[in-house]
């Protein structure tokens, strides 16, 4: 069985070098039969390929499909297939490294159709197959020819706007997945996965490979390959360490039922229904004071020996500065734990 396959339709530069893919109905996992076609009608020889394709392949191709009873991806090829962009068919037999402009693009979007989770999908070494665009108001253009199409812009008596010159694009202009709410789609980018049930406001912000799990109020940013559990709320303008930003191999996450509030940011993963005061940063090597009920000081540890413990409240001792974990079972209760799983 296969890892994924999708018909997509792109974008090229005047050397004919792919700048992006939109994916409509990308599969995950197709089945052996869908792959026989492609093998058939489009040459298929094996392995992790993106093949370019002509409208009569793919006319023959919708027909192959339609007698297999894939009645979407027909109707999709038959589309494609009147396409003025370059048309792409991608299958991925394996999950390896992307060897293709068209092969990263089809794993972002797996990611945000939620076909895939984060960290699900290898995506080692794909900003070397990422070009730096242009992203306009007619789609991407490779940075050298950009001059000359806001000069053929201008004599036409239009106005070329550039959104960002970015290796990724906005997510909202390949996939808007159901029961979301973005308020600035431009802080999304594609490749994030975001549960239904999520607000996305303003000034929030979801990188690639990370996102939330759903029913979130993301007010803060979400770094790439970081996750947010069911219930979860991110206050404005906090943040998460990623593993790109100084997190190391160590994965962030937050879990269930989470709050961190206004300004505050987290260097070490959460258990369910913890807590971060606004304006506390805590990294895997903060010293927090680790209180009993009484707010008396048991032990003196750092915050990576809490790593996804459940129901703790971090917060600073306005008097002394300090750093201090409380919980809801008893602090003596936890140090027994910690010391146990040590």
């Not at 048309?87 to 293709?100: K, N």
């Amino acid at each position: 069985m296969s890892f994924a396959f999708g018909i997509g339709i792109g974008t090229q530069n005047n050397q004919g070098e792919w700048l992006e893919v939109y994916y409509q109905q990308p599969i995950m996992t197709p089945g052996k039969d869908l792959i026989d076609v492609v093998e058939t009608a489009l040459d298929y020889k094996g392995g992790n390929q993106a093949m370019d394709v002509k409208a009569e392949q793919l006319t023959r191709f919708a027909n192959a499909l339609r007698q297999l009873g894939q009645t979407d991806q027909a109707k999709l090829a038959e589309k494609a297939a009147e396409s003025m962009r370059p048309v792409v068919v991608t299958v991925l037999a394996t999950d390896d490294t992307a060897s293709s402009t068209p092969e990263v693009y089809l794993k972002l979007h797996l990611i945000s159709h939620r076909l895939a989770k984060p960290h699900s999908v290898k995506l080692d070494g794909i900003f070397g197959l990422l070009p730096n665009l242009a992203w306009t108001n007619e789609g991407a253009i490779d940075l050298n020819e950009l001059p000359e199409r806001q000069l053929q812009a201008r004599i036409e008596g239009r106005t070329l706007e550039v959104k960002s010159v970015d290796k990724f694009p906005q997510m909202t202009d390949y996939v808007v997945p159901k029961g979301v709410r973005i308020a600035d789609t431009a802080r999304v980018r594609l490749g994030a996965y975001v549960g239904e049930g999520t607000t996305v406001m303003h000034e929030g912000f979801i990188n690639f490979n990370a996102g939330t799990e759903g029913t979130s109020m993301i007010e803060g940013r979400i770094s790439a390959g970081v996750m947010i559990g069911k219930g979860s709320d991110l206050g404005g303008g906090c943040s998460t360490m990623g593993t790109l930003s100084g997190g190391g191999n160590i994965i962030i996450s937050v879990g269930e039922n989470c709050l961190l509030g206004a300004n505050a940011g987290i260097g070490i993963p959460l258990g369910d229904r913890c807590t971060v005061e606004a304006g506390l940063y805590i990294t895997s090597g903060t010293k927090v004071n680790l209180l009993d009920d009484n707010n008396k000081q048991v032990e003196v540890i750092k915050a990576r020996d809490l790593a996804g413990k459940n129901d703790l409240l971090f917060r600073r001792n306005s008097l002394t500065g300090a750093v201090e974990c409380k919980t809801n079972k008893s602090a003596i209760e936890l140090n027994e734990e910690l010391h146990a799983n040590n």
